[in-house]
C-alpha cells in the first residue's frame, strides 16, 4: 500500500470506526431508557394558530400542577424570556394570567411582577412529568420542584446573600403563620377557595406582606392581589426548600395532605418517588421499534393523555372530597371522586383509550358522573354548564358500559341521560343559567333537526349566547341519541331503544342530496341560501357549524356510516368525496383570511383539519367503504406530518389529551371511530410491537415487524394466530388478550379487509370474521 492510500485509509478507518462507536453508545443509551425517559413536556408550548399547552410537572390525574409562569403572561409560553414565578397549584389553562404562585429572588423585596421577574434560558433547564430545575439568571438562583398528589415542593439555591427572598401571592388571603409558615387560601371561582399550607426549611429572617402592591409588616393580608415576601441570610450555594400542601376542603386538610405525603425534607425521595409512579403509568403501553423521535411524540403523547387535565382525582386524604355542586364535603366510600373536564372532545378517543390502560380509574369516573348529578341538578361535567356541543357525557358513559366497566349506577345515569336528552337546551353556552329547552329545541325534538336562523333576520331567541350551530348540534346528538339507543337495548328497555334509534336517524334531515353536504336549514324546512361548505357559517362557523366548516361536518356521523354512504350514492362516490375533500385546497392568497375565519381549523392535508377534534374519525372512513388501504396511507400521513417532539409538536388546541390521545391509539394501529360501539377500527401502526398492559397477567399486542416509512401497508393479518379479513376487532377480542398480527409491505393489499360483508357493524351484532 503506497503512503498516500496508507494516509486516506486512516481517517476514513477513524471516522468509520467513530460512527460505530456512535451507534453502539446510542443503541445502549435507548436500551437504557424508561418510557419517562422519552417524555419532552415543552411539545407544543407554542401553538399553531390558538391554545399552546403548558409544560406541567405534576403526578396522573395529581390535583397540583407546577411549571413555570411567563411573564408578561404569554400564550405561547415556549417564547418566554423571563418568568414571574412558579405555579402552587396549576397553570393557566385557556388564559395566560398566573394563579397562585411562588418566586425566589435576592435584594431589596420587590412585589410588582415586573419588578421581580426575571431571565431564564431553556438551555439550562430541565423539564420532566416529575422534576422542573432551571435557573433564575437575574438572581443565579437555580429552582427545582417536584410534586406529590396533593402538594408541591420547591427547592432553591441561592447565591451568597444579606437579602434571599421567597414570594407567595394569592388573590384571596394570605398570612404569615409562624417563624416558618405561611397560609393562605385562593378564589378559584364563585363556589370554590383552594387552601395552602405552606412550610419553609429555614426560620424567616424577616416577612412582608402586601395588598395592591402596598407593602405592609401585618402579618394578615386580603384583597384580590396580595402577597407575602419572606428574607433570609443565605450563604453560597445555601438551598431553602418550601413544602406546600393544597386542599379544596380546609386549612387543616391541607396539612394534613402536606404531612401524609411529603413528612421529611427529603426532596431526592419525593423526586424520585414521582418517577416512579410515571414511569409505572406510562409503562402500560410498551413500544419496541421505531426512531427516539417516534417514540419521543409517542409516550409525551401518553403522558398528556395521563396528566388527566380532563379528569382530575380531588380525593383528599382520609377519602374525602369537596363538591361545587352541593358546596359540601363528602366521603368518597372507596371510591375517589374525578373532576370531569369537557365532554365534547374527550369521548373520542381520551376516555376510550383511558379505558385500556386504567379502566378502574374510568369506572370511578362514571361514578363520579353519577354522584355529581345527584348533588347537583343536571347531568354535566364538572363545570356545572355545557362549554361545548353535544350530551357527549352520554357517549362516555355508554362506552365504558358496553365495553363491561358497569360497577356503578347505571339506571341513575341513565335517567340522568335521558332528562338530558327531553328536557335541556341543546345550546352551547346559553346566555342564561337556565337549562330548559329553548324553542330552537322543540323543533328538533318535533321535527328532527335544529334551526338555522333566517340570512335575512337577526337573531331572536335570548337564550343563544355562542351562535346556533344548528348543523354541529343537530349531528353530534344524533350520535348521542344513538348511544342512547344501544344502552337502551342493552338495559332491556325496548320502547326507549325504538324512540332513540329513530332521532340517531336525524342526521338525514341536514343532508342536501344536490349539494352533497350537510347544510342549514330554517325551522319550516327552508335551505339557507346562498351556501358554501368552505365559507359558510360565519366567525368559527358558529351559524351553522362549530369550530370547523361543512366540509368536515359532513363526516360526522360515526354511529352510522353505512347509512351516510348511501345518502352519498354509494361506496365508490363515497370514496371520490373523501379524496375530493384531502385535495380541495383554500386558494394561496386567501389562506390568511380562511384562518381568521377559522382558527381551529389547522394542521391541513386539503380541507381535512387534523386540528380539531370532529375530524378525527375522517381518515379510518375508508375502512367502512372498502379501501383501508387508503385509511392506512392518511393515517401515517397525518403522524408523519403533524405530530413533533418539540415546541410546534401540535397542529392544533391539543385539548389537555385529546389531540395526543388520538396519536397514541393510532401509532398502536387502532382506533375508535364510534365509541359506544365496542369496535376498533385498524389504521396504520407506527412500530414494531406495541404491548398494553391489560391487568390481571395478561396483555394485548400489536405487532409489525415489517413496518417502515414505506412499508405503511397491511397485507395480511392474524388475531392470536387466526387469520382475519377485516379491519377491525371487537374489544372483547382485545380484553382477552393475545397478539394482532399484522404483515406490512410497501404496496397496497386492496383486497385485505375490502370485502363490504365485513365492514364493522352499525350496532352490536356478532362480528363475521
Request: glycine share 8%.
Amino acid at each position: 500500500m503506497n503512503s498516500t492510500k496508507t494516509l486516506f485509509m486512516k481517517p476514513l478507518f477513524s471516522y468509520c470506526l467513530a460512527i460505530l462507536l456512535a451507534g453502539l453508545v446510542s443503541c445502549a443509551e435507548s436500551a437504557r431508557k424508561e418510557p419517562v425517559d422519552y417524555v419532552n413536556p415543552n411539545t407544543g408550548t407554542i401553538g399553531h394558530l390558538l391554545v399552546a399547552t403548558n409544560s406541567m410537572t405534576q403526578l396522573p390525574h395529581g390535583m397540583v400542577q407546577v411549571g413555570q409562569n411567563p411573564y408578561p403572561p404569554l400564550a405561547d409560553r415556549y417564547l418566554a424570556d423571563r418568568i414571574s414565578g412558579f405555579s402552587i397549584r396549576a397553570l393557566p389553562r385557556y388564559a395566560t394570567k398566573p394563579l397562585a404562585e411562588i418566586m425566589a429572588t435576592t435584594g431589596a423585596p420587590a412585589v410588582e411582577a415586573e419588578e421581580y421577574a426575571s431571565g431564564f434560558d431553556h438551555d439550562f433547564e430541565t423539564v420532566t412529568p416529575y422534576y422542573t430545575r432551571l435557573l433564575l439568571e437575574d438572581y443565579d438562583i437555580d429552582a427545582a420542584m417536584t410534586v406529590s398528589q396533593h402538594a408541591s415542593f420547591y427547592k432553591f439555591r441561592f447565591p451568597q446573600s444579606e437579602q434571599a427572598n421567597i414570594l407567595i401571592n394569592n388573590n384571596r388571603t394570605i398570612r404569615i403563620a409562624g417563624e416558618n409558615r405561611i397560609e393562605s387560601t385562593e378564589t378559584v371561582d364563585s363556589t370554590q377557595t383552594a387552601y395552602y399550607y405552606a412550610e419553609f426549611s429555614k426560620p424567616f429572617s424577616s416577612a412582608i406582606t402586601w395588598n395592591d402592591s402596598s407593602k405592609s409588616e401585618k402579618d394578615f393580608q386580603e384583597g384580590e392581589c396580595i402577597g407575602a415576601c419572606v428574607s433570609f441570610r443565605t450563604s453560597r450555594d445555601e438551598e431553602i426548600m418550601v413544602k406546600i400542601g393544597v386542599s379544596f376542603i380546609s386549612m387543616e386538610q391541607a396539612k394534613k395532605n402536606l404531612t401524609a405525603e411529603i413528612p421529611d425534607w427529603d426532596f431526592e425521595k419525593t423526586k424520585n418517588d414521582a418517577r416512579k409512579i410515571w414511569n409505572d403509568a406510562l409503562g402500560r403501553i410498551r413500544v419496541e421499534g421505531g426512531t427516539q423521535r417516534q417514540k419521543t411524540i409517542f409516550y409525551t403523547a401518553l403522558y398528556r393523555v395521563m396528566l388527566g387535565s380532563q379528569s382530575i382525582d380531588l380525593t383528599e386524604q382520609g377519602g374525602r372530597y369537596y363538591s361545587r355542586f352541593d358546596k359540601q364535603v363528602h366521603e368518597t366510600g372507596g371510591h375517589n371522586f374525578y373532576k370531569v373536564g369537557s365532554n365534547w372532545g374527550s369521548h373520542h378517543s381520551l376516555f376510550p383509550l383511558c379505558l385500556l390502560i386504567e379502566p378502574e380509574i374510568q369506572n370511578d369516573l362514571m361514578r363520579s358522573y353519577v354522584r355529581m348529578q345527584q348533588q347537583g341538578d343536571w347531568l354535566v361535567n364538572s363545570g356545572g354548564f355545557r362549554n361545548m356541543i353535544g350530551r357527549h357525557e352520554t357517549a362516555t358513559i355508554t362506552d365504558a358500559y358496553m365495553k363491561g366497566y358497569r360497577d356503578f349506577d347505571i339506571e341513575t345515569a341513565y335517567e340522568a341521560m335521558k332528562r338530558n336528552s327531553k328536557e335541556a337546551t341543546m345550546l352551547s353556552r346559553p346566555s342564561t343559567n337556565d337549562w330548559r329547552g329553548t324553542e330552537l329545541d322543540k323543533v328538533y325534538w318535533e321535527k328532527g333537526f335544529f334551526p338555522a336562523k333566517p340570512s335575512d333576520q337577526p337573531e331572536w331567541v335570548k337564550e343563544v349566547g355562542f351562535g346556533r350551530q344548528s348543523v354541529a348540534i343537530t349531528l353530534e346528538n344524533c350520535y348521542d341519541d344513538w348511544c342512547m339507543s344501544i344502552l337502551a337495548k342493552e338495559l332491556d328497555k325496548e320502547e326507549d331503544y325504538q324512540y332513540y334509534l329513530k332521532r340517531a336517524l336525524n342526521y338525514q334531515n341536514v343532508f342536501d342530496t344536490a349539494t352533497g353536504f350537510m347544510r342549514p336549514k330554517t325551522a319550516d324546512g327552508r335551505w339557507i341560501e346562498p351556501f358554501d361548505p368552505i365559507w359558510s357559517g360565519g366567525q368559527g362557523g358558529r351559524e351553522f357549524y362549530t369550530e370547523n366548516n361543512g366540509w368536515n361536518y359532513t363526516w360526522y356521523v360515526p354511529h352510522d356510516v353505512e347509512g351516510l354512504i348511501g345518502l352519498m350514492g354509494g361506496r365508490e362516490k363515497f370514496t371520490d368525496k373523501l379524496q375530493t375533500m384531502f385535495e380541495t385546497n383554500v386558494p394561496l392568497y386567501q389562506k390568511y383570511d380562511f384562518l381568521k375565519q377559522y382558527p381551529d381549523m389547522t394542521g391541513w392535508i386539503g380541507m381535512y383539519s387534523h386540528g380539531n377534534e370532529i375530524t378525527w374519525h375522517i381518515p379510518y372512513l375508508y375502512n367502512y367503504a372498502g379501501q383501508p388501504w387508503m385509511t392506512q396511507r392518511r393515517v401515517r400521513q397525518i403522524m408523519d406530518v403533524w405530530y413533533g417532539d418539540g415546541p410546534l409538536g401540535y397542529c392544533g388546541d391539543e385539548d389537555y389529551g385529546e389531540m395526543a390521545s388520538w396519536y397514541v391509539l393510532s401509532a398502536m394501529g387502532f382506533y375508535t371511530v364510534a365509541p359506544g360501539r365496542p369496535v376498533y377500527d385498524i389504521g396504520c401502526p407506527l412500530f414494531e410491537k406495541s404491548t398494553i398492559d391489560l391487568g390481571g397477567g395478561k396483555t394485548f399486542t400489536v405487532e409489525a415487524p415489517d413496518v417502515s416509512a414505506q412499508n405503511k401497508y397491511i397485507q395480511s393479518a392474524t388475531l392470536n394466530g387466526r387469520p382475519i379479513d377485516r379491519p377491525w376487532f371487537t374489544h372483547e377480542e382485545l380484553q382477552q388478550g393475545g397478539t394482532l398480527f399484522l404483515q406490512m409491505g410497501p404496496r397496497p393489499n386492496r383486497s385485505w379487509g375490502a370485502n363490504p360483508e365485513k365492514m364493522p357493524f352499525t350496532d352490536h351484532d356478532a362480528p363475521k370474521n
